[in-house]
């Protein structure tokens, strides 16, 4: 059974920083990519990371996210992490890790989220 | 960035109803669509990809249609555990992006 268990969320003072993980079971986690997701309270969803099966050498962010997030993976421990840099109160968010189908660029399993909450 | 559009942004129906949620692609995105279902304080569940195949375990009662940039999401007699909010993603391109998500409450 896949299961994607996140962890590390928390209250984080505006310009903090926080380091988000996601420990991965049921499949063969260097074989898959896989992404982060993140719902702010009351609001929709939003793609916040992505980075590739194998070494993750490659890593895809959009604009929101991109120069303060950082995203990466330990094949060793099937674990995903998200750095969460220069954090700003609209990041306030459930952050849910994704993993992808096989040979597609969407998602099959969700893991059930870590609330981060940036706030003085 | 591609925009995605879901329509209507929430519907009120009664079981055993046929719902359909539309989806509408600012550019062109084959095929590369994809249907979440969420409840309320739950996570998403993956429902649909690639515009009309269903994940597994998926029941077939969802059913997904549309190519290029024109999607629907169909219900065909909806039950109590249906009654949630919907998002239709793309991943034709990054950033993967979402609609606005349609809730579906009972009537």
């Known amino acids: 059974e896949v299961q994607l268990v996140e962890s590390g969320g928390g209250l984080v003072q505006p310009g903090g920083s926080l380091r988000l993980s996601c420990a991965a079971s049921g499949f063969s986690f260097i074989n898959y990519a896989m992404n982060w997701v993140r719902q702010a309270p009351g609001k929709g969803l939003e793609w916040v990371s992505a980075i590739s099966g194998g070494s993750g050498g490659d890593t895809y962010y959009p604009d929101s996210v991109k120069g303060r997030f950082t995203m990466s993976r330990d094949n060793s421990k099937s674990t995903l992490y998200l750095q969460m840099n220069s954090l700003r109160a609209d990041d306030t968010a459930v952050y849910y890790c994704a993993k992808n189908m096989a040979a597609s660029g969407t998602w099959d399993y969700w893991g059930q989220g870590t609330l981060v909450t940036v706030s003085s | 960035d591609i925009q995605m559009t879901q329509s209507p942004s929430s519907l009120s129906a009664s079981v055993g109803d046929r719902v359909t949620i539309t989806c509408r692609a600012s550019q062109g995105i084959s095929n590369n669509l994809a249907w979440f279902q969420q409840k309320p304080g739950k996570a998403p569940k993956s429902l649909i990809y690639?515009?009309?195949s269903l994940q597994s375990g998926v029941p077939s009662k969802f059913s997904g249609s549309g190519s290029g940039t024109d999607f629907t999401l169909t219900i065909s007699s909806l039950q109590p555990e249906d009654f949630a909010t919907y998002y239709c993603q793309q991943y034709h391109g990054y950033p993967k992006t979402f609609g606005q998500g349609t809730k579906v409450e009972i009537k």
């Open positions: 690639a515009a009309s």
